[in-house]
């Protein structure tokens, strides 16, 4: 794992006016269903519902999720391969954070002037269905510090899905990031944050390196909640935040408002591309 060099939050950028455009896209972040296998081990796993999830779920999900040695279980064509580590939280003693974005930042004009602005290290995951339309205003933030990254192609749940229609939603979305932006996406999101042992499979036959969740979630009214452990941000942290939706502060704003938190209790925000 390599060390990254931490950007500091600053002081909070006054919100610019803007208008929010109709909203579509990801649910809320909830507690993800799965079980991390780098850092600590994520928390709201269902081993019921990923032993018997239909289709190409698989039984050893609880072994090959949480880690032994990366390695597959033998009993099918997957035998032998190098899985990708599902991870919520990063072990370092850097005094860092990670802001995570699903579909629906680019929504709001003013969170652009904010990445801008700060060159604010985020990572967007795409889904293509819904943030195609914007990939070009998206792109141009890759300059100052945004990482696009994998969200699959229609936001379908993955987990219960055979091997082959998980690595048409996931290789498909690679396809679309590779051809719109010249960019091999490593990390991906899985929708719902769901996900089993042929997720993992299919995402190896993509080119993934790391499945990413959150132990953090900044909800629709600013405040954070968390998925397991200590109810406080701590270094190596992967924060999700929500997009917009009706009844929300609007996404920069929030945006803002988590930052001052995050100086607060001593912490900046990291390039979670440095540490994966």
Known sequence: MRRGRPRPAGAALAALTALLLPLTGCDPPAAPTGHAAVGDPAGGGNRDADRNAGGGGDRDTDRSARGDGGRAPGGDSGRGQTLPPVVDHVRTTDRVVFLTYDDGAERDPAFAG?????????TLFLT??????AYGDLARLRPFG????????????????????????ICGQQTKLRSRFGVRAHLLR?????????????????????????????APGGDLTYTRGAHRL??????????????????TARTERLLRTIEQQGLSVGELDDYL
């Open 234 to 251: 701590r270094p190596g942290d992967i924060v999700a935040v929500d997009p917009d939706h009706p009844g929300a502060t609007n996404l």
């Open 128 to 133: 293509d269905t819904v943030t195609g339309p």
């Open 114 to 122: 904010l990445v801008r602005e700060r060159r604010l290290p985020v």
């Open 146 to 169: 945004a990482s696009l990254q994998n969200h699959t192609l229609d936001h379908r749940s993955l987990r219960g899905l055979p091997r082959a229609g998980q690595r048409a939603e």
């Open 190 to 218: 899985p929708p719902h944050g769901t996900y089993d042992t042929t997720t993992l499979r299919a995402a190896a036959d993509c080119g993934v390196t790391a499945l990413v969740l959150w132990r953090a979630a900044l």
